[in-house]
């Protein structure tokens, strides 16, 4: 049994990595697909967060004269918002299509031997490309806006990797239950417009009084968003005590998600 447990991320790797074919050709269909007959193309995923980065600026930064913190006076409030916005865009668009992505492709439940844990994955790559996207006019913009880059961009790669894994776990587990409790589809939209609020992109972790920190730090979103602007805008290094937990986290629930989707594949067919 031991020996299965740690045995299983390897395995899981090993899998993907033999339909990575397939995934690649789904990916492409639903990043596509999501344009056709736009006459805009890629410039539509730019429109959603950048309009809700304009709300937000005037809102919390202008209304609320909003700040993050001292480490960041002097840095444009709309880059620092904008670099938290990015990374829960990537998981909002992944998290939010999940629960209802096999009852909408049921012929390759009923019809035909499919890996289904292709969809989810598929899904969660579309959304990373556009995330991708977002962040090339969000460095370019930081370099006009700063006139500097900072070095802890080598960072980077390994965050938006950490993401991924985040959005692509949670994406497995909610497709899964999605399929056998409908009502989770509706419970989604609520949750992550909660999730917007308490995952640190509109403040700091630090203006959170210490006492609760703790709790709020037990959302890896919460921590990503603030490794973000260390890294994007601030040009600190995270602590290591921050790289540590998101990464056990993210890869946490990467192989629990995979576990639980593999576990629920077999009854698919009679939840639908």
């Known amino acids: 049994m031991i020996k299965q447990i740690l045995l299983f991320p390897f395995r899981t790797a090993a899998s993907l990595y033999t339909l990575r074919e397939l995934i690649y050709h789904f990916t492409k269909r639903e990043f596509v697909g999501r344009y056709r007959g736009a006459h805009l193309g890629i410039l539509l995923s730019l429109a959603s967060p950048l309009f809700l980065l304009a709300v937000y600026s005037i809102v919390f930064g202008v209304i609320f004269k909003g700040s993050f913190g001292e480490e960041a006076s002097g840095k444009p409030f709309p880059i620092l918002l904008f670099s938290g916005l990015i990374f829960f865009q990537l998981f909002s668009d992944t998290v939010g299509r999940a629960p209802s992505l096999l009852a909408s492709n049921p012929n390759f439940i009923t019809k035909v031997v499919f890996p289904l844990e292709v969809l989810p994955v598929a899904m969660a790559g579309s959304a990373l490309l556009h995330f991708l996207v ?34 692509l776990g949670t994406s497995w587990i909610l497709s899964a239950l999605g399929l056998y409790f ?33 709790l709020a730090c037990m959302n890896p979103l919460a921590c990503i968003s603030e490794m973000a602007r260390q890294i994007l805008v601030l040009g600190t290094w995270p602590s290591s005590g921050l790289w540590i937990y998101t990464i056990v986290s993210a890869v946490s629930i990467l192989w629990i998600g995979y576990a639980v989707f593999t576990r629920l594949k077999k009854g698919f067919s009679d939840a639908l």
């Not at 006019?137 to 806006?145: D, P, R, S």
């Open 134 to 167: 977002s962040l090339l006019v969000l460095i370019i913009g930081g370099t006009l806006w700063t006139g500097t880059v900072p070095l802890t961009l080598i960072a980077l790669p390994g965050l938006v990797i950490v993401a991924f894994f985040l959005a």
């Open 182 to 214: 409908r009502d989770i589809d509706a419970l989604i939209p609520p949750a992550l417009m909660a999730l917007t609020f308490l995952s640190a992109i509109f403040y700091p972790l630090s203006a959170i009084p210490e006492a609760y920190r703790w």
